[in-house]
């Protein structure tokens, strides 16, 4: 477990984030590391009180966690967050939530030390769900369990009636809701949920576990007798077959200490006298019942032996043991404890024989032992591996050696003659330390209404007459922990007189759940029809106000804005995409674009998508051969749910922007006029189609563009420096289209000049040719290899290549501002374009903008 | 050369969510459907009822593809059935046609009161045998049975279109409920029979398939190629 840093200063990385958050308070008991990812993870109007990570142990399972304390309204709520990614930029996803209300329970351990670090542990538990919280011990930790305590007792104290807790649905899905929308991290999103479903499954079973199990009574009876290395009485009968005649318990677990003294007892692992006292034992229980050794352990002195009765036996599963030496290396199993495990029907029980240190001022050592033996007694053939405290029930009996102090041997026999033991019990060491919460935490034990156990002399009922004359004390105790347990009755038995201990006897009516097979699968059943009902209602639901964008009448290079709105009409936060189209495409065609294209949306908000329809010179020629089709259908897609489709139409208005030179100099109608089968025919075969015979040198559009740049003067600076504006553009293109010859065009020098460009680089076909893009390239190292690709030119690009040469000459001459390699450069990207295919690098940028050059500052010969 | 959004996988993802180690919730399979047709025949009703046991009797058009999922069991294997109800409208046939690709089961589906959504029938089964693999279990169904007053398409001249091309077949009605269960369950039980006669290669991306064996947690084949069956 790496250690949580103590809390640092605040940084403020969050406010930069573009998701409202919630407040998240720095206090100490918050792991600062997280703050970024709590910022995503809590909504505004929660607020995060602490955070560590920790580990978290759910049944077997245990997995490295991030536990956030959250509050909203005075109310709080722990959540279990994985984490993922690395830090700081890591995400908190909440798989688990416990409001802290009347269903909650926390239950905080001493601080252990494992392995030379220490550690805090809690119990938290809200209804069924229980899990273990385990955290490196620090100030963040140890500050973070305070906080939930604090709040476990605040909540037990409102003046205002606790909520439904609704707030903490917002948690359930946050992988998907409060996400950056960073496509990039999505990838492990799929396990997220496989995680999550199965986790449900399991939890809603947990959940309703009450309503297909009933809680059965259960006789449990539990013994414990140190016997001083003696040999079996005649009969164990009076202590073990003491409950009512017809009532024989359903189950027996007896713990022995001191079972075996000898040398060898230490040698060997076998012992005669285990074999005696189980044997005494059994012939010694209860008479009505028939009994079964489920299992039996041994550490040296210690025994425990678990019996149920026959017809119970089918129902005892994953049965295990373990035992746990204290002694000196811990092997010597002259002190320490042994466990046995078993699952009853549904429930979990753990039985615990101990052994601790003895006398009077050893108390610290008992509880070191008392400690040992129940962080380390684990059992170890569970996948993964049981601890003690991970049962339901755990019934913990032995010789605990605990004294009674502050008192005389005279004081206990007087209180002891007049039945009042109650003045003994606050003189009980056992109590005291568990009082102080050091040892024992959560466990119970009944009033101590019999004599104390120890000391005896052997063969009578005297409590010690030797030199020593010690206090006798409560040694021999039986104490448990889990719901549902009743103790009947808690003695002991004066009668046996073999050891200087009595016997004790605690028994106990406990609940224990069995399952019913009929209703369980009825359950199940509904469970999973709910399972999918949720599954298809939790499934991410909009609504958009219009399905269906006309753009009407759209012209080249003209900006079209329509807007449709997205409202989250469902029960859980959505994300929302345009899916690429098949076969890898941009998600719709290139003249459209769709702002925002992703989102996400919280319940019941929405937002406007605003679709752009520009056609540029790259789609052009495309459109105005209706070779691209006017309409598109986006996939507008909600992550995990449904596809919906937006239809997009227009109108494009076809026009010179886009046509080929070919045709451009065979027709004498504008573009604009012409309808759209006459163009497409001109195009297709511009010799046949043409409106004149003897075709123009140059397309009169191009003549146009060059006579209004002379008029508005070309001397003026750099006319390319400035883009013109999006009305201008329009007159430009509408004059083209029309032909209105020498109309004063009203617009700047600018934007007649990006025309230029955008109608050289619009051609169906580049003044170079595509087929002679790679020659032009090969020839650029001298001129002569240059003009001679142009010689090769069909004429209309030859011609217009010499036109536009001069031109540019010209240009350069009577502005004084343009530098010729600059020009070279914009002139050659829209005169010598790749083919469609082709990719662009640097050199070959390089190379058509020298091939350009050398027209420009030699005398030009083409 | 395909690239598959990754909301797709993650979609995906939920189509492979099964329990690892307690038995009983477990579902073995996935079982992609597709429903098509005309526009207005029913298809967004059938799921409906299917999913959710009720009916809607003014339906919004589905303008796009929407899902549904319920977990059925047939001989004893708890199967997933996966459901996308697509769009009917003429406009809509391009991009729903993308839809097809990976689908274990097509509900093709008519409405038996319109002639006309009987006559196109042709016109779909050729997108669904083109668009599907050849084991994609193809099923007719009659819809609004209910109204057998307005019939215009007789049961048994519909029984031999289906015979002819080698579809299942048969009449229900959303309304009443009549026989949907069977029209998807049956369906099922065909892609199950063709599992085990082996006819169905499970690793093949466009099985529609997804087998998971109950002991583990990975899916059989390549997810990489599954992720990719639900897509175009
Ligand atoms: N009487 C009757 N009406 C039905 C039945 N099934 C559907 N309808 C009605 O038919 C109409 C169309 O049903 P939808 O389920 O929306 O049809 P669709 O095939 O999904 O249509 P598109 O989404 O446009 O492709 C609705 O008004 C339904 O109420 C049925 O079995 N009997
Ligand atoms: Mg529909």
Known sequence: MESASSSSSLDSEGNQHRHDCGRVWNGMSMDARYIPALRRLVPPDHRAVGCVRCMISRGRKRTPQVCVLVEHMQEHCVLICAEEGALPNATLKSDSRFPINVDFRIDIEPVSTVGGSRVITANLSYKRKKLIFEADYDDTADRFVKEISKAFENSKYRNTPASDYLWVEVYKNNSKFFLDVNPEDEDDLGEENKASRECMVKCLMQEREDEFTVLNEFRIFTGTWNVNGMAPPESLSEWLASSAPNEPPDVYAIGFQELDLSKEAFVFADSPREKEWLLKVKESLHPKGRYKEIKTVRLIGMMLSVFVEEKHAPFVANVDCNSLGTGILGMMGNKGGVGVRLDLHSTSICFVNCHLAAHAEERERRNQDFNDIRNKLSFNQMRPAKSVSEHD???????????????????????????????????DQLRDQQAKRIIFIGFEEGPLNFKPTYKY?????????????????????VLWRGNNIRQLCYKSHDNFVISDHKPVLAEFSSGIRVVDAVKRKEIYQELMKQLDKEENDFMPQVTVDEHYLNFGRVHFYERVQRSFKITNTGPVIVRFLFKEQPKGRRYAKDWLKADPHNGTLKKGESCDITLEILVDPASASKLNMGEEKMSEVLVLHLVDGKDIFISVDMEYQHSCFGCSLEALVRHMTPIGLLPQETLIALETDPVKNAELGVPFETPTEL???????????????NIFGKSGSQVEIQTVREALDTKRPDGQLDVSVHAVAECLLLFLSALREPVIPYCFFKKCLDSSVTYTQAKSVIQELPKVHRDTFRYLVLFLQELLQKSKRLEVNILATIFSAVMIRPPQDGQMTPSKERMRSVFLYHFLVNHCEV | MRTISRTDRSRDAVRCTTMTESGPYNY????????????????????????????????????????????????GQKIKLQIWDTAGQERFRAVT???????????MVYDVTRRSTYNH????????????????????????????????????????????????????????????????????????????DGNLDLNAAESGVQHKPQTQNTLLGNIQDKKESCNC
């Open chain 2, 28 to 75: 073995s399979y996935i079982f992609k459907y597709i429903i098509i047709g005309d526009m207005g025949v029913g298809k967004s009703c059938l799921l409906h009822q299917f999913t959710e046991k009720k009916f809607m009797s003014d339906c919004p058009h589905t303008i796009g593809v929407e899902f549904g999922t319920r977990i059925i069991e047939v001989a």
């Open chain 1, 393 to 427: 029930q755990i019934y913990w009996m032995g010789d605990m050696n605990y004294r009674l102090q502050d008192t005389t041997k005279q004081h206990v026999e007087q209180a002891c003659a007049n039945n009042d033991f109650s003045s003994l019990w606050e003189r």
């Open chain 2, 121 to 196: 029938l042709s016109s779909w089964l050729t997108d669904a045998r083109n668009l599907t693999n050849p084991n994609t279990v193809i099923f007719l169904i009659g819809n609004k049975s209910d109204l057998e007053a307005q019939r215009e398409v007789p049961y048994e001249e519909a029984k031999q279109f289906a015979d002819e091309n080698g579809l299942m077949f048969l009449e229900c009605s959303a309304k009443t409920g009549d026989r949907v269960e069977d029209a998807f369950l049956e369906t099922a039980r065909k892609i199950y029979q063709n599992i085990q």
């Open chain 1, 457 to 477: 002399d052997v063969g009578t009922n005297q409590w010690d007459t030797s030199e020593k004359a010690r206090v006798p004390a409560y040694c021999d105790r």
């Open chain 2, 97 to 107: 046609r993308s839809y097809y690709r990976g689908a274990a089961g097509a509900l």
């Open chain 1, 703 to 717: 003549w146009i563009i060059m006579d209004a740049l002379q008029r508005k003067g070309l001397s003026g600076g």
